[in-house]
């Protein structure tokens, strides 16, 4: 598996907004897939925005227009843009990468989670 390195979690008031930030910890030949997925306490692991290349993304209903999946122009980094965050919004956050490493071989491996706190 390639480890991933995730970024840009915190503490932010109702309607404010964050940028996660997600990248494979060494070089790699390609995503594939990339998604980010939520988990609250309490609550199973939900989709928040998935995208395949190529494909256009696709978002989870409570998220459907505040937030936006993007990658890089390299195509190694992704990011969710999450705005008019609602404290509802607050989870572990988790990224998520499939691809084909520089040595020609697939992986698909999970970040460890980031914390997003949204207060009211």
């Known amino acids: 598996q390639v480890p991933l390195e995730e970024s840009g979690g915190g503490w932010v008031q109702a309607g404010g907004s964050l940028r996660l930030s997600c990248a494979a910890s060494r070089s790699i030949l390609s995503i594939e897939r990339m998604g980010w997925y939520r988990e609250a306490p309490g609550k199973s692991r939900e989709l928040v925005a998935t995208?395949?290349?190529?494909?256009?993304?696709d978002y989870g209903d409570s998220v459907k227009g505040r937030f936006i999946i993007s990658r890089d122009g390299a195509g190694h980094r992704i990011f969710l843009q999450m705005n008019r965050l609602r404290p509802e919004d607050t989870a572990v956050y988790y990224c998520?990468?499939?691809?084909?490493?520089?040595?020609?071989?697939?992986?698909?491996?999970w970040g460890q989670g980031i914390q997003v706190t949204v207060s009211s």
């Open positions: 998520h990468l499939a691809g084909v490493t520089n040595q020609v071989r697939g992986f698909d491996s």
């Open positions: 995208m395949a290349r190529g494909n256009t993304p």
